[in-house]
C-alpha cells in the first residue's frame, strides 16, 4: 500500500 | 531518507536563516508578513504535538525543534522587538488569515486519517502550510518592491517545497510505502502558490532587474 500512513517527513 | 528530502529540509532551513539573518542584520522586518509567520509558527506547534509521543531519529526531532523556536523567535522580534517592529508594514499585510485558519480546522475535522486530536491537528497543519505563504505573496504583490534578501527567503521557500515532490517521486519508484494521501495533495497545491512567484523570479534574474510582482 503505498499511502500507509507513515510520517517520517517534516 | 534520500537526498532530495534532505536538500529540501535545507533549503526549508536555509529560508528560515535568510528571514533571521535579514531581521537581525537589517534590524528590520520590512517586506515580511507576521501573519504567514505567524500561521508558519501555528503550522510547526500543532504539527509536532508528536514531538514527545513519536520518535523518529534524531534528526527529525531536532528539526522539529528547530523550525518550532525559530518561528517563534521571528514572531516575538516582529511584534515585541523594539526596533523591529516599527518597520513592520502593517498597512500592507491585509490577508484575512483568520478565515483561512478557520477553514483549515473545518477541512481537518472532516479530512483526516483517524479522528483523533493529534491526527486533526496534523491534517490541519498540512492544510495551513499548503496556504501560509498567502499572506506573504500578497504583501510582496501589494508593496511592488522585493528586497533580495525578501526575494531569496521566498524563492528557498518554494525550492524546500519542489524538492519535497522531488523526494515523493523518488521514493515511489524506490520505497513501496512511504507517506499519507492528504500531504501529497496539499503539497502539491502549495508548490502550485509559488509557480507565479518562480516565473517572475525567473524573469528579474534573466533581466538583471529588481523582482517586482505585478498587482
Known amino acids: 500500500k503505498l499511502f500507509d500512513g507513515t510520517k517520517d517527513e517534516l | 531518507m534520500n537526498i532530495f528530502r534532505f536538500a529540501g529540509d535545507m533549503t526549508h532551513l536555509i529560508s528560515i536563516l535568510i528571514l533571521l539573518l535579514k531581521i ?8 515580511i508578513s507576521l501573519k504567514t509567520q505567524e500561521l508558519y509558527a ?3 506547534l500543532t ?8 520518535y523518529v531519529s534524531l534528526y527529525n526531532t531536532v528539526m522539529k525543534i528547530v523550525f518550532i523556536a525559530s518561528s517563534l523567535a521571528i514572531v516575538w522580534c516582529m511584534r515585541r522587538h523594539p526596533l523591529v517592529r516599527r518597520s513592520y508594514d502593517k498597512d500592507l499585510d491585509t490577508f484575512r488569515h483568520q478565515y483561512v485558519v478557520l477553514a483549515c480546522f473545518v477541512l481537518a475535522l472532516l479530512l483526516n486519517e483517524k479522528f483523533t486530536i493529534q491526527e486533526v491537528f496534523w491534517a490541519f497543519s498540512i492544510y495551513l502550510e499548503a496556504v501560509a505563504i498567502l499572506p506573504q505573496l500578497v504583501l510582496l504583490q501589494r508593496s511592488g ?4 534578501l525578501t526575494g531569496q527567503y521566498v524563492l528557498f521557500l518554494g525550492a524546500y517545497r519542489g524538492l519535497y515532490i522531488i523526494n515523493w517521486i523518488y521514493r515511489y519508484f524506490t520505497e513501496d510505502h512511504f507517506t499519507r494521501w492528504i500531504a501529497c495533495v496539499s503539497g502539491l497545491v502549495q508548490t502550485g502558490l509559488y509557480a507565479d512567484f518562480f516565473y517572475y523570479y525567473y524573469l528579474s534574474w534573466k533581466t538583471n532587474t529588481k523582482l517586482k510582482l505585478p498587482a
Do not use: E, I
Not at chain 2, 24 to 31: D, H, N, Q, V
Not at chain 2, 145 to 148: A, Q, T
Open chain 2, 42 to 44: 501555528l503550522v510547526f
Open chain 2, 145 to 148: 518592491n522585493v528586497d533580495n
Open chain 2, 47 to 54: 504539527r509536532y504535538l508528536d514531538l514527545f509521543t513519536d
Open chain 2, 24 to 31: 537581525y542584520a537589517t534590524k528590520s522586518c520590512a517586506g
